[in-house]
């Protein structure tokens, strides 16, 4: 189905009987729009791996910093791909940019179709922000969708949100689409990525990965070394590949151990 901004469209159908990525993410930060299955789903990963909340609610704090260090540098404009369902509980990114400038301007872009919906109600009338139905897949296409043109100017600087993603991505695929994300944005612009550390606890990792693959959505950890990959030819801002807590914390800000985290963090800029 294509709309009359010739973007495509999905069905609007919610099945609420099935586990959904974005639900189950949400009750993992606390949120309330969730379903039984979806509880259930999160109940028993967190049996397989008991700080998968806490690892869920790091990476999101960790994108919200990157998100208000990236504005603070001067880019006024933001891509969060793989947004998830608006949040209730705490700021969303648009948010966070606009404290910093208020001018800031901010896609937000998801292929699940109860995003849409959430999205389509919760930033109604929200100045600077705007919606595109994407599948992180299809890459660069993502350039030409009319919000996207109208909404941006790729001509200046973009921080690129990679969030909660990567680890839905197998292989070669994720280094593509990423390299083909990256390529048209302009000098100065920021990647940002947080992703499932495959080798922090790696057995563990392995069984919650196939655990979740099997109830929820096909999943993938990466190593350090894997994470590193995606920021070829950028320069990558201190203090590197690190967990999310240890990127940006505040005085006083607990950082559990790695092993607890299991989840590898970065920014990079464009060069």
Same mark, same amino acid.
């Given at each position: 189905?294509?709309?009359?901004?010739?973007?495509?469209?999905?069905?609007?159908?919610?099945?609420?009987?099935?586990?959904?990525?974005?639900?189950?993410?949400?009750?993992?930060?606390?949120?309330?729009?969730?379903?039984?299955?979806?509880?259930?789903?999160?109940?028993?990963?967190?049996?397989?791996?008991?700080?998968?909340?806490?690892? *869920?609610?790091?990476?999101?704090?960790?994108?919200?910093?990157?998100?208000?260090?990236? =504005?603070?540098?001067?880019?006024?404009?933001?891509?969060?791909?793989? *947004?998830?369902?608006?949040?209730?509980?705490?700021?969303?990114?648009?948010?966070?940019? &606009?404290?910093? $400038?208020?001018?800031?301007?901010?896609?937000?872009?998801?292929?699940?179709?109860?995003?849409?919906?959430? *999205?389509?109600?919760?930033?109604?009338?929200?100045?600077?922000? =705007?919606?595109?139905?994407?599948?992180?897949?299809?890459?660069?296409?993502?350039?030409?969708?009319?919000? #996207?043109?109208?909404?941006?100017?790729?001509?200046?600087?973009? =921080?690129?949100?990679?969030?909660? $993603?990567?680890?839905?991505?197998?292989?070669? /695929?994720?280094? !593509? #689409? #990423?390299?083909?994300?990256?390529? %048209?944005?302009?000098?100065?612009?920021?990647?940002?990525?947080?992703? /499932?550390?495959?080798?922090?606890?790696?057995?563990?990792?392995?069984?919650?990965?196939?655990?979740?693959?099997?109830?929820? !959505?096909?999943?993938?950890?990466?190593?350090? =070394?894997?994470?590193?990959?995606?920021?070829?030819?950028?320069?990558?801002?201190?203090?590197?590949?690190?967990?999310? %807590?240890?990127?940006?914390?505040?005085?006083?800000?607990? /950082? %559990?151990?790695?092993? &607890? #985290?299991?989840?590898?963090?970065?920014?990079?800029?464009?060069?």
């Amino acid at each position: 189905m294509v709309n009359q901004a010739g973007e495509k469209r999905e069905p609007d159908a919610v099945d609420t009987t099935t586990p959904d990525v974005s639900r189950v993410y949400g009750y993992f930060l606390g949120e309330k729009e969730n379903h039984p299955a979806d509880r259930a789903a999160a109940d028993q990963l967190s049996r397989v791996w008991s700080d998968v909340g806490m690892s *869920c609610r790091a990476s999101r704090a960790f994108v919200l910093r990157a998100t208000e260090y990236a =504005t603070s540098k001067g880019v006024r404009q933001i891509i969060d791909m793989g *947004c998830g369902i608006p949040t209730r509980l705490s700021d969303n990114v648009h948010e966070v940019a &606009q404290r910093v $400038l208020p001018a800031a301007r901010v896609v937000y872009a998801d292929k699940n179709p109860l995003v849409r919906r959430h *999205c389509a109600r919760d930033l109604a009338g929200v100045d600077g922000c =705007t919606y595109v139905h994407h599948d992180f897949l299809d890459g660069a296409a993502l350039y030409e969708q009319p919000r #996207v043109r109208d909404h941006l100017d790729l001509a200046e600087p973009v =921080t690129l949100l990679l969030g909660n $993603l990567l680890h839905f991505v197998p292989g070669e /695929i994720a280094y !593509t #689409v #990423v390299a083909d994300l990256v390529r %048209p944005l302009a000098p100065g612009s920021r990647l940002v990525i947080a992703s /499932i550390a495959s080798d922090l606890r790696p057995a563990l990792m392995e069984e919650a990965m196939a655990h979740y693959s099997g109830r929820v !959505t096909t999943s993938f950890a990466r190593s350090r =070394t894997e994470i590193e990959r995606f920021f070829d030819g950028l320069t990558l801002e201190e203090p590197g590949v690190v967990t999310p %807590p240890q990127w940006h914390s505040g005085p006083g800000d607990v /950082i %559990p151990p790695p092993q &607890q #985290v299991c989840t590898w963090a970065a920014v990079g800029v464009v060069g």
